[in-house]
T-cell receptor
Framework: DSGVTQTPKHLITATGQRVTLRCSPRSGDLSVYWYQQSLDQGLQFLIQYYNGEERAKGNILERFSAQQFPDLHSELNLSSLELGDSALYFC??????????????FGPGTRLTVT | AQSVAQPEDQVNVAEGNPLTVKCTYSVSGNPYLFWYVQYPNRGLQFLLKYITGDNLVKGSYGFEAEFNKSQTSFHLKKPSALVSDSALYFCAVRDLSGSARQLTFGSGTQLTVLP
């Protein structure tokens, strides 16, 4: 158990809908990262937050957004969903903003299925 | 840009035999390299990392990895494979560009250990 929690575990929704994925980082970790894992794209970095502020963006679509709250939990919002958004979404956390030598700790993921 | 390649999608090995999962990288400066493992329906788990120092790095569950700067490789190894080692393995490199130093993951290698 990494100490990172994600809810829900599974989510099934229809095209055009909007969903919110939630992540609670390990106690004391200030950085939260979101990743998307799909069969065709592999594991892709989406976005990073550090202590409530957005710090880096990866391959995140404009239909997607995220935020980190004062209690450090984070939410990933996915809107106008398309079939291609079906994937496993992971949250990871680490103590530092950069911490070049520090590993990230991953949650169990949320499996999103868009029908 | 930083990148990492895992040339084998699938590696099969008999239980008790040594295993190697290959990884090559490309970075502009000094590499920070990581191996993660993903079991079915689980998040990624950190195995080991190379930051500096000895080229042979030891990690969890008896795994080790050898850093080879001249060949820009960071192959994962284990002297004697177990059936329980069957999983998806990801190599990752720390992206030194940008302020947040993102992890870039390889495409993953599915390891199957045959009894």
């Amino acid at each position: 158990d990494s100490g990172v929690t994600q809810t829900p575990k599974h989510l099934i929704t229809a095209t055009g809908q909007r969903v919110t994925l939630r992540c609670s980082p390990r106690s004391g970790d200030l950085s939260v990262y979101w990743y998307q894992q799909s069969l065709d794209q592999g594991l892709q970095f989406l976005i990073q937050y550090y202590n409530g502020e957005e710090r880096a963006k990866g391959n995140i679509l404009e239909r997607f957004s995220a935020q980190q709250f004062p209690d450090l939990h984070s939410e990933l919002n996915l809107s106008s969903l398309e079939l291609g958004d079906s994937a496993l979404y992971f949250c990871a956390s680490s103590p530092y903003l950069t911490g070049l030598g520090n590993e990230q700790y991953f949650g169990p993921g949320t499996r999103l299925t868009v029908t | 840009a930083q990148s990492v390649a895992q040339p084998e999608d699938q590696v099969n090995v008999a239980e008790g035999n040594p295993l190697t999962v290959k990884c090559t990288y490309s970075v502009s400066g000094n590499p920070y390299l990581f191996w993660y493992v993903q079991y079915p329906n689980r998040g990624l788990q950190f195995l080991l990392k190379y930051i500096t120092g000895d080229n042979l790095v030891k990690g969890s569950y008896g795994f080790e990895a050898e850093f080879n700067k001249s060949q820009t490789s960071f192959h994962l190894k284990k002297p004697s494979a177990l059936v329980s080692d069957s999983a998806l393995y990801f190599c990752a490199v720390r992206d030194l560009s940008g302020s947040a130093r993102q992890l870039t993951f390889g495409s993953g290698t599915q390891l199957t250990v045959l009894p």
